[in-house]
DNA sequence: TATTTAGTTCGGAACAAAGTAAACTAAAAA
DNA sequence: TTTTTAGTTTACTTTGTTCCGAACTAAATA
């Protein structure tokens, strides 16, 4: 595969994550911004070759970047001598995406105890579904700090 | 507590899960149908009693029923001689949640994989993170079905 | 056959989200 | 001091979502 082609490829690919983010939420621009950081080859983008490259407005860019450095995903450097911030994915937790279902589960097992808190018939079949749930939540909840560590001892 | 205290929480309840369940994506009427099947005493609500909880129309009703039917959410129940039809939730595998989990590890593994591939430099700063991440991700994808197993097995 | 029941579909109003252009700000350069 | 640079904020437009009422359909009952 030529150069040219390369970047064909790497711009039709910010195209598909770009609407992938869209699905899990993410504003269409800053989907497109975060894409654009993490698959290039370049790996540092001032705000305007951001502007440039996804040809979008300034005051679009601006937004977009606030919300991912606000979410904690993407962050700039500075060099001295020069104004412009340079812009690129933030090298985060490795673990984060597992964290952050760890986070998710224990908040949906929370809502299903509530749940049970305040059913007249704690033996229900919706309770007892309920119930079996919450058991596989903390099952997986308690093995996850386990699985990290084997992971870290591994190599 | 008493029947009147847990009915006010109930509804409570599905006010705050329905928020919950907007966060995720869900349209705010599809969240509180959604709520009203899993928190209440009662198990099946007919379309009307639907209707009448959430003070909402019938069209709103029709639409967010047909949705959670198709994302495989909720069912209904005929029963002979009656043309009601009796929602409630669906008991759903139990291990869905992981099973969603593991699909959105698969997906994003995938994308990484992708532009891992159309770098030029395959041990640029980036690249090495995502790699970092993607074995991670193939790490967790292997052990999730040892877990659930050792979950099974467990009693 | 006419009416009632149990929902579905259509059209539109109200509101929210996302993007732009233009005016603005704050710091550096001339 | 004035101008330029690098973005931010504001005001507005476009687009999309969500909901409702009213008209409709299909099956059961009278």
Known sequence: MNTEERIKK????????????????????????????????KEEFTFDEIVEELQISKSSASVALKLLQVKNIVEYKTHPGDRKR????????????????KQKLTRDKQILEEIIELKADPNSENSQFMKNLISIMEFF????????????KKD
Chains 1, 2 share one sequence.
């Open 141 to 152: 909840l308690d093995h996850f700090e386990k699985l990290k560590e084997e992971f870290l």
């Open 86 to 101: 340079y812009f690129r994915i933030k090298r985060q937790e490795p673990f984060l995406l597992i964290d952050d279902f």
């Open 10 to 41: 790497q711009k039709q690919l910010i195209e598909t994550m770009g609407q992938h983010y869209e699905k899990e939420g993410m504003q269409p621009v800053a989907g497109r911004t975060l894409a654009l950081l993490m698959v290039m080859d």
